[in-house]
């Protein structure tokens, strides 16, 4: 069978994104930019089979590895076998597929297969919320987000200014990325250096990407800044990156609802990402009140043995 895979390219993006947004999918992985932002780490290559489907290949410690195939929900079936195909026939390796969307789990009934094992997991579960509680702060729930906001506006009145970002401010995003990643110190996991340069790859190509991205400048310099993609059939905004300053109180409350008011104003979902099982994260996206999860799912084939 002839699969032709190819590590992401930025020009690839216009082949790319037909494919996403096709069937019902409310991970962060249901929009371009993931991919493309930690296609380092995960050593990301796709393939286009039939002009139909978006297939992945993966790699992790060295164990291979795919995504659920972009496509539309009633062709998932025929390139979910496909991929299974490939990986005992070509590679002659057991199917394994990471970060499995719950609606594709559910529409290809792999819970109930006895070929496969499924397994939630839960540290890489996206947040999900409400958008207008978002861009709103309201209710009891809320308070003391709005406090932090009603905070930041009163002591930095007339000091702030919050603006969409674009290519030509790559310089003053990157200086701040540098004392950002100062401030974590050098045993900061590996994977905050991929991220990093992610985020260098966007601005280095914001002007292919489709992305929306906005900062907070304060006294002159860049003090937070946000990127975000959109996946129209959810009506879901995704924030992928949200930096700023933790010395200044309220700074990210204010940049989280004014992006979702200027760039997102009339999204029903905000995809605010997992945590990654780390405790401040959890602590940090369970306080702004989610009200729901996009749980993803390791699927792994059991009883496949290469023949000789």
Known sequence: ????????????????????CLRPNKTCDSVFLDSFIWREFYHVQYAISDGKALQWMMEEDGVKHSAMPMCKEEDLPYYFNEMKDYFNQVLKVPFKIYLADEEAVEYLH???SEEFVVTEQEDLKDYLYDGDAMRA?????????????NGFLKEYEGRYEFRRLCCSDRGDVWKFLDRWRETKGEEAEA????????????LKNCSYLQVKMSGVYIDG?????????????????????EKANPEIRGLYQFINQQFLIHEFPDAK??????????????HAKMSYNPCGFARKYLIEQRGFTAAE
Request: charged share 35%.
């Open 1 to 20: 069978m002839s699969l032709d895979f190819k590590p992401i390219e930025v020009e690839d993006i216009e082949k790319m994104t037909p494919f996403f």
């Open 110 to 112: 792999l819970r109930e």
């Open 137 to 149: 702060l309201s209710g009891k729930k809320l308070h003391k987000k709005k406090n932090h906001l």
């Open 221 to 241: 310099q860049l003090e937070a800044f946000t990127i975000g993609t959109y996946n129209p059939l959810e009506e879901m905004a995704v924030i992928h990156i």
């Open 269 to 282: 979902l905000i995809n605010r990402e997992d945590d990654l099982g780390q405790e401040g994260l959890r």
């Open 191 to 202: 994977h905050l250096d991929y991220e990093v340069r992610g985020i260098h790859e966007i």
